[in-house]
């Protein structure tokens, strides 16, 4: 049961020893310095969880909650309600596949970025962090506006550059998609870089100069000695981009104008939204908020089991 | 950072790392383009803004004068202020505690609470606004202070919400610290409070520093707590709420939708630099250590 | 541990049935005074809550001065004003129906929120002390409908929000035309603009501005929603609907405004494009005169009423406008109205339009400030000739908040569904919003 699901990177040097005869003592200790965390979270998040779970139970919406109408029990009509709207589903779908992107984008980026620092000397490497600290400081509304301003269809740079002004980046479907996408990579690949990067410049030299004086060549040592070892990180890196870009919601609503011509950029936290938070049906917003929770958890257990059965080891 | 390079390269002189080095910094101007066109539309002049020139001769302080101009913004800003730091200041020492407990202490059910605290960073936000309300609400009635329109529940409210994430990263930094050194404490007969704090935040503040960071940039953005928490007390009010003035999908005042942005980033980025030795070394000096 | 487990998810489940999720405390709607008996505190602060515009100094001029007014009138009275952003604007409102204690007294808020918020019980009802007040009677009555939710009245009208066509006089008289006289007429000399001056939009309208396309629905001879007892059904299915929904899409095309720019542009972007000197016409509002002015078209601009399917008659325009009201959880009922009736009374309402273009209420104080300035005057004659509302329905906020209009339009201008398919989909979503 002591096996951890996703250790944080440099666990794989030092594994705390294991002696249970501790264990007993251990725990008492893990008690006392786990209390005030537990509390805070205990009462602030697990409390609200719980009630949100219950207020998916219940026909709730705004005059529920300021006490002008007597709450009604519904059962799983909220989710019956979800599942039988084809949007959903659509919407569903098209939030996995843009947050794929982004994670994959996001990890490339990242990872192709983190190496390519740790091959040059330190003047452009510094201004290749600076720019990425940068990018990653900048808030998420900021960063929405500032990519919309570069791609206006009149008045934008790019377009200028490219000489098609007019041309409307975030009418096409995939188009738009694809703008959001890249403003999401921009932002979130800093955090992917450098935490790469710490993990590269981690591999002590021998490692890799007994693998290179073995004879192995430089993709093969690559891919046989520093991608094992920067595994673990990449597993934390991608479970938090998994997070991050499936709970996306600043970029899309702003870039795409509210989830795009007719609805077609839609991604599940825009559609919470607007089917549920901006009308204020917070019984159907709170079952949406439940099915995405599960979800997340649903794709973070198959990860981390196809992870593991491909032999990483925490 | 500046003194790392990778040693396998040290004495070589790679042809390849000219070119490479031109890529980097051809990249790095690539990233920080939309920053720039940020700070430059702030600083261009009204009649400007919508022209794609990529400089101005004329830079003109009337966006920020519009920001800085507007109502108590000196109070936002301040309020923001206290709001991050305390969030940055709690979240490092319990998230420093927690760490503690989940990588260097053995006891059942470890791995639910991993689990749990992922599972806490999956929760739509906007739908816990509701049930937190009402427990804010009900606890103002005999804390005052505590209660809705007071700084201090959205110091607890941004700190909840960042420690997950926070103690997860941070697990690192604190499982880095050899064992020996844990046990020759013990041979010395240190207590376990004083290892904690002698032997272990010495090695584990580089990452606390760098895992704080989030924390930060986490309570400096938030919006929809302070909207929520904070409806109707204009003196309590946040940085976020203030800048939402500009924001505004109907007609964009691009100009100072630029400024607030520009306004709103430099404390976040001067954190990040100061911060960013430990970002990006903390933790292979940790584990070297 | 089977058994221990289901006895866990047991006493969970009973738990989540047991006490219910929280809720405020009873808020029933507060019996106000009759006989002339001053309900709540006579002295305190009096919290205001009005809205933030774009230019927001003149609007606070003219209210400071009211504050000062009435400041010197009530001894130990504070007026304290806050300026909310339109954006994020629910979450207070929500958060002061939520919390009694830290209400506000006095809000401005848009008429097209006013169901949702009455259903909250987040409003007073004024029915008695409105209808008392003297100055009652001349407010124009298809606008002081729009105060009302089931013959209740929560709020004064302070000023009232009509749009009509916008036109550049400079290309009508370089290409020989004239102001359009039927909604047939308008597509056709918008086509016929953009074929000669291919960079210009022959009319600048948006998929997202519902206001421009709710007077073509009603023009056609359509509803939005038709009311029976308390029960609402959507109109969009009927034929007349159709058409007029059919006929403003027509103007989302590329010979008129191509959908790339258009589809998702709303009320004010489309008058930014106008003002912008993108568009040769646009549909705007008498509260779009300063942006105008403000753009490149300044001087080479007229206004006429958006003209109907026939010659010689108008398309009904939406009445919007902002009301004042007082919180249900005020507890300065009767000080709370007096200051709205004077805000909202017709010297404030004067020097509100002075100060923001604001069109008043009142029917005398509007067609005086009419004779005066010729600029308001296809905008009172177009108010004056029947407006038109949303349904006054809670559903209405959801209907809103769930783009389901504008979706319908954007699917028949990109050409992605049928009218019929289109409108379909969305009297479905709308009947589902009203509990059908």
Redesign the interface.
């Known amino acids: 049961m002591t096996t951890q699901l996703a250790p944080a990177a440099p666990d794989l040097e030092v594994q705390a020893p294991r002696r249970p005869a501790r264990k007993k003592r251990d725990g008492r200790a893990a008690a006392i310095y786990l209390l005030p965390a537990g509390i805070l979270l205990a009462a602030l998040m697990a409390y609200p969880l719980?009630?949100l779970?219950?207020?998916s139970?219940?026909d709730?919406n705004?005059?529920?909650?300021?006490?002008?109408?007597p709450?009604v029990?519904i059962g799983a009509d909220n989710y019956i309600e979800l599942f039988g709207d084809t949007q959903f589903w659509s919407v569903l779908v098209s939030t996995i596949l843009f947050a794929a992107v982004c994670v994959v984008g996001s990890l490339l980026v990242g990872t192709g970025l983190a190496v390519l620092a740790t091959r040059v000397r330190a003047i452009p490497r510094m201004l290749l962090f600076l720019a990425a600290l940068g990018a990653w400081a900048t808030p998420a509304m900021a960063g929405s506006y500032v990519w919309l301003f570069l791609f206006d269809?009149?008045f934008g740079v790019v377009n200028e550059v490219l000489g098609m002004q007019?041309?409307?980046w975030?009418?096409?479907r995939f188009s738009a998609f694809g703008l959001v996408a890249a403003e999401v990579i921009w932002c979130s690949f800093p955090f992917v870089m450098v935490t790469m990067y710490a993990g590269i410049k981690n591999i002590s030299s021998e490692i890799i100069e007994a693998a290179q004086l073995d004879g192995a060549t430089w993709r093969r040592t690559a891919t046989q000695v520093i991608l094992p070892i920067l595994k673990p990180l990449l597993v934390i890196a991608t479970i938090q981009s998994i997070i991050w870009d499936f709970k996306l919601f600043t970029q899309i609503y702003v870039m795409t104008?509210?989830?795009?011509?007719?609805?077609r950029n839609l991604v599940l936290n825009v559609y919470t939204y607007?089917?549920a938070f901006?009308?204020?049906?917070y019984g159907l917003g709170a079952a949406i908020g439940v099915v995405m929770t599960v979800l997340l958890m649903l794709i973070t257990v198959v990860y981390l089991r196809t992870q593991r059965r491909s032999g990483w080891q925490p | 950072m500046a003194t790392v390079s990778m040693p396998l390269r040290k004495k070589r002189r790679s042809p390849g790392r000219l070119v490479a080095e031109i890529v980097c910094c051809v990249i790095a101007a690539m990233v920080a383009f939309p920053l720039y066109w940020m700070v430059l539309a702030a600083f261009k002049p009204a009649g400007e803004i919508q022209s794609a020139t990529p400089w101005t001769f004329a830079p003109s302080l009337e966006s920020f004068e519009r920001v800085l101009g507007s109502?108590g913004f000196g109070r936002y800003f301040l309020n923001s202020t206290i709001v991050a730091i305390c969030v940055v200041a709690l979240s490092m020492l319990l998230s420093f505690l927690s760490a503690i407990a989940l990588t260097r202490f053995r006891f059942k059910g470890r791995t639910v609470l991993l689990v749990m605290l992922l599972v806490a960073q999956m929760v739509p936000v906007e739908a816990l606004?509701?049930?937190l309300?009402?427990?804010v609400?009900q606890v103002g009635t005999s804390v005052p202070a505590f209660g809705?329109?007071q700084l201090a529940p959205l110091v607890l409210v941004n700190l909840a919400f960042s420690l997950p994430f926070a103690i997860w990263m941070l697990r690192g930094f604190v499982a880095a610290v050899p064992a020996e050194l844990e046990e020759a404490a013990a041979l010395d007969g240190a207590s376990r409070m004083r290892f904690t704090w002698q032997v272990l935040f010495p090695l584990v503040a580089p990452g606390l520093v760098a895992t704080s960071v989030l924390a930060f940039i986490h309570a400096w953005n938030d919006?929809l707590f302070a909207?929520?928490l904070i409806?109707?007390?204009?003196d309590n009010r946040v940085l976020p709420?203030a800048m939402?003035?500009f924001?505004?999908?109907?007609?964009l005042?691009w100009g100072g939708i630029m400024a607030g942005a520009t306004l709103m980033t430099i404390p976040v980025l001067i954190f990040f630099i100061f911060v960013q030795r430990h970002l990006a070394s903390g933790i292979s000096g940790a584990v070297k250590g | 541990m089977k058994i221990k487990g289901l006895l866990a998810a047991a006493a969970v489940g009973a738990l989540?049935?047991a006490c219910?999720?929280?809720?405020?405390?009873?808020?029933q709607p507060q019996q106000n005074g009759n006989s002339g008996q001053p309900v709540g505190e006579m002295t305190g602060e009096l919290?205001v809550w009005l809205f933030?515009e774009?230019s927001n100094g003149p609007k606070e001029a003219a209210v400071n001065e009211a504050k000062q007014e009435f400041e010197a009138a009530h001894q130990g009275v504070k007026v304290?004003v806050?300026?909310l952003?339109?954006?994020?604007r629910?979450?207070?409102f929500?958060?002061?129906?939520?919390?009694k204690?830290?209400?506000?007294d006095v809000a401005e808020f848009g008429n097209t929120d006013l169901a949702?918020y009455a259903?909250?019980?987040?409003f007073a009802d004024l029915t008695n002390d409105i209808a008392a007040w003297p100055d009652s009677k001349d407010l124009i009555p298809s606008v002081l409908d729009t105060a009302k939710v089931k013959n209740k009245t929560f709020g004064i009208p302070w000023y009232t929000g009509t749009r009509a066509l916008y036109y550049r006089t400079d290309v009508f008289t370089e290409l020989g035309l004239q102001p359009p006289k039927t909604l047939a007429e308008l597509t056709e000399t918008a086509r016929r603009i953009r074929q000669s001056k291919p960079d210009l939009y022959g009319v600048a309208v948006g998929?997202?501005y519902i206001y421009a396309a709710f007077p073509y629905i009603w023009a056609n001879g359509g509803e939005l929603a038709k009311q029976d007892g308390d029960k609402w059904t959507s109109g969009l299915t009927d034929p007349k609907a159709r058409a007029g929904l059919k006929q403003y899409s027509e103007l989302l095309k590329d010979d008129i405004c191509p959908?790339?720019?258009c589809?998702?542009l709303?009320?004010?972007?489309s008058v930014?494009q106008f003002a912008g000197g993108?568009a040769a016409m646009t549909i705007g509002g008498d509260f779009n005169r300063k942006?105008v002015e403000a753009g490149v078209v300044k001087g080479k601009y007229a206004v006429v009423p958006l003209p109907g399917t026939e010659a010689g008659k108008l398309a009904p325009p939406f009445a919007g406008g902002n009301l004042l009201g007082v919180f249900g959880a005020s507890k300065k009922y009767t000080l709370s109205l007096e200051f709205i009736k004077l805000l909202g009374g017709k010297k404030y309402q004067q020097k509100m339009y002075t100060a923001m273009g604001n069109l008043p209420t009142f029917k005398d104080v509007q067609e005086q400030v009419a004779s005066a300035d010729k600029f308001v005057e296809p905008f009172v004659k177009a108010a004056q000739s029947g407006t038109k509302f949303v349904p006054a329905t809670?559903a209405w906020?959801?209907?809103?908040?769930?783009?389901i209009i504008?979706?319908a339009i954007?699917?028949v201008a990109?050409g992605?569904q049928s009218v019929e398919a289109a409108t379909d989909a969305a009297a479905g979503e709308m009947n589902k919003?009203f509990g059908n």
């Open positions: 719980f009630q779970v219950q207020i139970l219940y709730y705004q005059p529920q909650a300021s006490g002008a109408e709450l029990f269809a009149n007019g041309h409307s975030t009418f096409e104008n509210g989830g795009g011509v007719a609805g607007q089917k901006a009308g204020e049906e | 109502n606004t509701i049930p309300f009402f427990m609400q809705l329109n919006f909207q929520t409806f109707s007390d204009v709420q939402r003035v924001y505004k999908p109907e007609e005042d | 989540v049935v219910g999720p929280p809720q405020a405390a009873n808020n919290k933030q774009a304290t806050e300026y952003p339109t954006d994020g629910a979450t207070r929500n958060g002061a129906f939520n919390d204690n830290s209400s506000p949702g259903a909250s019980n987040g998929g997202k959908p790339a720019a589809a998702q709303t009320g004010s972007q930014a993108k942006a809670p906020t959801k209907i809103d908040a769930q783009n504008p979706t954007q699917q990109t992605g919003a």
